[in-house]
């Protein structure tokens, strides 16, 4: 039908609700908010006794499955909570709440949402009922999964049902691309009271939406979703399974429409963090013959990935893209996905589950009730794993709140740096008056970096006084480009500056181990010019944010370049997007600069004075 699913993704469902409940019967989650947790234990209790019978008897997990997934409750419940906290904090006065969970499945993340929310309301002491948020529930999977959790809600009686869609035969029902499967009001879970809260299961196959990019937002907006109102739309192991296009769409209408300049509103995800294909024959340009433990295991357990998904599905690929495609395969490509898609880098970020384990365990601790041994395994396992928080808006610190594994010290530093686009011929005349003198003390000893200096304000830093327009931003779109400064909002001086430009477009003949060609692709080159920082700032991360202004508008660029039909037709197996930059070998700063943000030496050159060659592949575009 139109919403079934392979029959081993729909699997999943009912093997993560077992070894859930088994982590929780091994003791392997426990909470600062005993009675909290208690109430999503009791949750997904209801819902298995809905589907198994109370009498049931359930499966006992190894310990390493245990404990894997004892880590993905751990984290995305701590950011759930965090989030409400952030929500309530600051906002006595919000009308509604919503929650939306991508592939909810059989998970109780979404119903457990009202435990949350009323425990937080507690602590802020909200307790009058024209004081409290109304909380509205969307949980979306595909037909087979979700008959399955109406099944389970309406034998526990977790949702009191306003109303329900059962007549799957009838024509409106098969035509439309997605069901509002059954409205209710959620229960508390021990006393059966109605609580003022709104749900909707919604029955859509995902992979359509690369047919129809609006597709979440319709059937969303088919239900009064309200996208003004703080939102939270989560997603664990869901977009793995849908399609490249299919997710990329997703990722879009969040950033787009949903999510859109609501810094309230996130989007939370746990995906597979596992190299493709894809990934493995475009990244792996020196043709590696030896790996690491921790890339070994990766490889591997993608193997087994698409070695469970593809039995009995004989119509999947052999590089099974079209039941596997892992967010990306380490943390840089995901970020760039993300922010490709639409999202501020500045309002993201993402880790390993590992990472975020051991980040959350002051609150989440994961203690084994049983023998355990596997350390390593798990170890290995959890970086197989990211999660992954963007904002639609600007998160007004709220990332770091959320997110105790980040790293503060840069933002601590230079908290009253701004990055923003340059604007006006005055804050021209001021660049051209920091990037005169800001290498004056090399011009004695290196001529040539004098040269460069007279010749850059000369031309692309010339500032034009006739136009009140930036002149040095008017040159740089010219050329396919942009350029920014680094503002001291206290002071109004601008201590750093940077530019780019595109280069060209070409395409890249990929030579296979055979030394013939196996794939095609084009690349998008930009170049990073007039990188700068004045004496005093520097070590404060401010050139590392003016890379990140850089980085973030070249994979936006390479998103368009990418969509542009004419494009289309040359791209052949994708568009690789690269950054090139040219710096002087004495300014030791730019190169170590240039170095930790993840550039490769490529060349030098020159004969007086050595010039570094550095280049970066920012992200790969797979081609649809």
């Not at 995902?206 to 003004?228: E, M, Q, W």
């Not at 997710?247 to 787009?256: D, K, S």
Request: aromatic letters at 8%; one cysteine or more.
């Amino acid at each position: 039908g139109r919403y079934a699913i392979p029959k081993s993704i729909s699997k999943t469902a009912i093997d993560s609700l077992h070894a859930k409940l088994s982590a929780i019967d091994a003791g392997w989650l426990s909470s600062n908010s005993p009675s909290l947790l208690d109430g999503y234990t009791l949750i997904l209790e209801q819902i298995y006794d809905g589907i198994e019978g109370p009498q049931s008897k359930r499966r006992r997990q190894t310990p390493l499955v245990n404990a894997g997934y004892a880590a993905r409750m751990a984290v995305m419940t701590f950011i759930l909570e965090k989030w409400f906290d952030s929500v309530l904090s600051r906002d006595e006065n919000i009308e509604g709440i919503n929650v939306v969970v991508l592939g909810c499945g059989l998970d109780a993340v979404g119903l457990w949402s009202r435990n949350v929310l009323n425990d937080t309301l507690t602590k802020y002491q909200q307790r009058a009922e024209d004081q409290s948020p109304k909380l509205n529930v969307y949980e979306i999977d595909a037909w087979d999964n979700c008959v399955l959790k109406q099944h389970a809600l309406e034998r526990s009686g977790i949702v009191q049902v306003h109303r329900t869609t059962n007549n799957t035969d009838d024509d409106s029902t098969k035509e439309s691309s997605f069901c509002a499967l059954m409205e209710g009001t959620i229960n508390k879970a021990a006393s059966k009271e109605v609580d003022l809260s709104d749900f909707h299961l919604i029955a859509m196959d995902f992979r359509h939406i690369c047919k129809d990019k609006n597709l979440l937002k319709k059937a969303l907006d088919s239900t009064g979703f309200d996208p003004s109102q703080p939102t939270i739309i989560l997603s664990e192991l869901v977009l793995a399974y849908i399609g490249y296009e299919s997710t990329n769409a997703i990722l879009q209408t969040m950033a787009t429409h949903l999510l859109r300049d609501n810094g309230r509103s996130m989007f939370l995800c746990l995906e597979p963090m596992l190299p493709t294909g894809t990934e493995q024959h475009h990244y792996s340009t020196n043709k590696k013959q030896f790996f690491s433990v921790k890339e070994s295991y990766a490889r591997d357990y993608a193997n087994q990935f698409l070695g469970k998904l593809n039995r009995g599905n004989s119509s999947t690929n052999s590089d099974g893209d079209d039941v596997f495609h892992p967010l990306g395969s380490n943390r840089e490509t995901i970020v760039a996905r993300l922010i490709s898609s639409g999202f501020s880098m500045s309002n993201l970020d993402a880790a390993s589950l590992r990472k975020a384990v051991g980040e959350v365990s002051s609150t989440h601790r994961l203690i084994a009730k049983e023998p355990f041994d596997e350390h390593a395994a798990l170890a290995l396992n959890m970086e197989c794993y990211a999660v992954a928080c963007a904002f639609g808006g600007s998160s007004d610190g709220n990332l770091g709140r959320l997110l105790p594994w980040l790293d503060h010290s840069m933002q601590n530093s230079s908290s009253t740096i701004r990055i923003a686009p340059i604007e006006d011929s005055s804050q021209d005349k001021l660049v051209g008056n920091l990037y005169g003198r800001i290498y004056a003390h090399l011009y004695n000893k290196y001529p040539a970096i004098r040269k460069m200096v007279k010749s850059a304000l000369k031309t692309d830093l010339f500032a034009d006084s006739a136009n009140g327009s930036s002149a040095i931003q008017n040159r740089f779109e010219g050329k396919g480009g942009k350029f920014w400064i680094a503002l001291d909002v206290e002071s109004s001086d601008i201590v750093g500056c940077i530019g780019v430009r595109q280069r060209k477009i070409y395409e890249c003949d990929d030579q296979g181990d055979t030394g013939e060609l196996s794939s095609a692709f084009s690349v998008v080159e930009y170049e990073v010019q007039r990188l700068a920082v004045v004496d005093k700032h520097r070590g404060k991360g401010i050139g590392k944010r003016l890379l990140n202004a850089v980085y973030e508008y070249s994979l936006q660029q390479g998103s368009v370049v990418m969509n542009d039909m004419e494009m289309v037709e040359k791209k052949k197996n994708g568009l690789s997007v690269q950054l090139l930059a040219v710096t002087p070998d004495v300014l030791v700063n730019a190169n170590n600069l240039y170095n930790a943000f993840g550039f490769m030496k490529k060349e030098s050159f020159g004969g007086g004075l050595t010039m570094n060659v550095y280049s970066k592949t920012c992200y790969y575009y797979k081609s649809s």
